[in-house]
């Protein structure tokens, strides 16, 4: 009796262990995706995804988000950046073990220039002014009579 009881335990015990390094056997760690923001042009909001697959949440710069995943090897991406951004990597490869967090942090470089009015002279406008790029009054920017204001524009041609 003794034996086939140490039998039955060893079988029990085989089919619970698992060497599974891809986390299928359902365990979760976590992972907290952070974007840092960098560079002159305008930032939105991205898209994360996790071995592949749309999580669908989004991160603007600045923000991060924690996600509960299968422990294992996961590769973190971000989607959907404008042809303006660029991650300085574009997918993260990190391994959590159960019960433990691992952080990635993505920088996103939004390029673009910043164009300065500065308004000066004996004949101004009582009204102010309005900088409007491209004829879009969306993201036009007023200018005080006598101030600055900076504002952001996307590369390429502008009008």
Do not use: H, K
Not at 20 to 38: I, L, N, R, Y
Not at 88 to 107: K, L, N, S, Y
Not at 125 to 139: K, Q
């Amino acid at each position: 009796m003794p034996r086939r009881l140490l039998a039955a335990l060893a079988v029990v015990l085989a089919a619970c262990s698992s060497d599974d390094p891809g986390g299928t056997d359902g365990s979760s760690a976590a992972v907290t995706v952070s974007v840092v923001p960098s560079g002159v042009g305008p930032q939105q909001e991205y898209a994360v995804s996790i071995d592949g697959d749309a999580t669908g949440a989004t991160l603007g710069a600045g923000a991060s988000r924690r996600f509960v995943v299968e422990t294992g090897t996961r590769t973190v991406a971000l989607t959907g950046l404008p042809a303006w951004c660029a991650a300085d990597e574009p997918a993260r490869e990190v391994r959590v073990a159960e019960g433990e967090e691992a952080t990635v942090r993505f920088t996103v470089t939004c390029t673009g220039a910043r164009v300065t009015l500065t308004t000066e002279g004996a004949a101004l406008d009582p009204d102010g002014y309005r900088l409007v790029v491209d004829g879009d009054d969306a993201n036009a920017a007023a200018l005080p009579l006598s101030g600055t204001v900076t504002v952001p524009v996307l590369p390429g041609e502008r009008q």
